[in-house]
């Protein structure tokens, strides 16, 4: 019972270096999602893919790219790092008329 | 602009207590509230999701209320134990739309 399966768990970048996180749904969820968490702030959303082939921006996008590949994956690229995107990302899937279900996270620190 | 906001921050009770988690949000145009569970360092679980339709939801001993009118959602926990000890986020997702706004959390700590 994978669930959401994100990677890597951890990750410290050097400003302006460039990576991508991967997500992972086995549930043949349509909808998937990318958030960040910053403590004070709750989670808030990056980009989403409301079904393959389609994605859009959600609060806060700029610096982030995304790629749905299939049904499965969704990926949040960073072009540049900047020390802003120090951060925890969580990754989520869901079905239209139910909850989310989220991946474990990736701690991030650009420093 | 949907806003959710979670009062208070941080609770702390003895074990065996009942508590009350409180969830307010702007607008009443909500698809499902759904109330999470996140223990230090780890992803979310789902403890309740209710439903724009419904008035609130059973799981052992939580229960979640939802009232579309007030803008608001409890989460009700009975005889509450060390175990329980997490933040609690509660989400709203926003009708016709697949976006989904979260509270800050409510810090709880069940002491023993």
């Known amino acids: 019972n994978a669930g959401v399966t994100q990677t890597p768990k951890f990750q410290v970048l050097k400003t302006g270096q460039s990576m991508t996180l991967q997500c992972a749904q086995d549930m043949n969820h349509n909808s998937m999602y990318w958030y960040r968490q910053d403590p004070g702030m709750g989670l808030r959303l990056i980009y989403y893919?409301?079904?393959?082939?389609?994605?859009d921006k959600g609060e806060v996008p700029n610096g982030y790219n995304v790629s749905r590949l299939n049904k499965r994956e969704f990926s949040l690229r960073l072009e540049s790092a900047a020390p802003s995107q120090t951060s925890v990302y969580f990754c989520a899937s869901s079905e239209t008329g139910d909850g989310y279900t989220f991946g474990s996270g990736t701690r991030l620190t650009v420093v | 602009k949907q806003e959710v906001t979670q009062i208070p921050a941080a609770l702390s009770v003895p074990e065996g207590e009942n508590l009350v988690l409180n969830c307010s949000f702007t607008d009443s145009a909500i698809y499902n509230l759904q109330w999470f569970r996140q223990d230090p360092g780890k992803g979310l679980t789902s403890l309740l999701l209710i439903q724009s339709s419904q008035r609130e939801q059973t799981s052992g001993r939580l229960n979640a209320s939802l009232d579309k009118s007030s803008g608001r959602s409890t989460l009700y926990i009975a005889a509450s134990q060390p175990g329980d000890s997490a933040t609690y986020l509660c989400a709203v997702r926003k009708t016709g739309g697949f976006k989904t706004i979260f509270g800050a959390g409510t810090r709880l700590f069940v002491k023993a």
């Open positions: 893919s409301a079904s393959e082939g389609t994605t």
